[in-house]
């Protein structure tokens, strides 16, 4: 990782997290369950998904533990597959997680409370000033249209001076400046994500899975401003899987070293007292 602020603690939660979910995650793929058919095919796509993301599961729990205690209580907005809701239950907080589907069977025997939440179309199901932080992590992309409103209702569910963190991939990243050199589309397959994707339609209304908007520091800046919040951390990292060796890792750190070619960003907003 470029940036160690995670720090051991918040690897070590990752970590505990991952040894508590995969006996689960195992059973779902030999029973062949549906969910896991739909988000992760099979085991081995789990193991690869868990490896590539560890190091940006513990930055972000780790900039939560850095601002609030422990117990306090954290929703992740978007939680995917339930690696980062899981962790910061096993950091201690008293985790929620909410998304698009019923639930997943991982939850409930892990201690994570779950309520499903379509982001754009729905209000939260939650009261005002529920959660002292709520963490919007490699979401925000996929929002088929403006995230004003998924935003608001982050706001309102937040207790004055508590803090919100939105995640997402860098538009200015390597990565997209090398496809774009190349002649490359940084958008994901044509054929496959617009023309064939059918959409989930709620309320009449069509949203699609997939990349609409990756962000930068200016993006981050706007929201801050926007819904007068207080930015008090904005930070481009990437995450390495160690699973592909010391080289490729020295490779990455050498492209590191220009902070707006990392992969990801993240900023920590505080919402006003």
């Not at 991952?18 to 059973?27: C, G, I, T, Y």
């Not at 860098?170 to 490359?184: E, M, T, V």
């Amino acid at each position: 990782m470029t940036d160690a602020g995670h720090g051991q603690p918040a690897r070590q939660a990752v970590i505990a997290a991952w040894e508590a979910m995969r006996p689960l995650l195992a059973d779902a793929v030999a029973h062949d369950e549906a969910w896991v058919r739909r988000y992760m095919p099979s085991l081995a796509d789990i193991d690869n998904y868990f490896h590539g993301s560890m190091d940006r599961f513990a930055l972000l729990l780790g900039a939560i533990a850095a601002r609030l205690p422990a117990g306090a209580r954290v929703l992740d907005a978007g939680a995917g597959y339930g690696f980062q809701p899981i962790a910061f239950r096993k950091a201690g907080f008293e985790a929620h997680a909410s998304d698009i589907y019923e639930t997943l069977p991982i939850y409930a025997p892990l201690g994570v409370h779950y309520r499903r939440w379509h982001l754009e179309a729905d209000p939260a199901p939650y009261a005002d000033d529920s959660f002292d932080a709520v963490v919007l992590a490699q979401t925000i992309e996929h929002f088929t249209y403006s995230p004003r409103h998924p935003i608001e209702e982050l706001v309102r569910i937040t207790r004055p001076g508590g803090v919100i963190l939105i995640d997402a991939p860098n538009i200015a990243s390597f990565h997209n400046i090398s496809r774009l050199l190349r002649g490359k589309s940084i958008m994901w397959n044509m054929k496959r994500h617009y023309l064939e994707q059918e959409p989930l339609v709620t309320h009449g209304v069509p949203y699609y899975d997939r990349h609409n908007h990756e962000l930068c520091r200016e993006d981050m800046r706007d929201i801050a401003e926007h819904f007068g919040l207080e930015m008090l951390e904005c930070r481009y990292y990437s995450p390495y899987n160690r699973r592909r060796g010391q080289f490729a890792i020295a490779v990455a750190r050498i492209r590191d070293v220009v902070p707006h070619w990392r992969k990801g960003i993240y900023a920590v907003m505080r919402v006003p007292s």
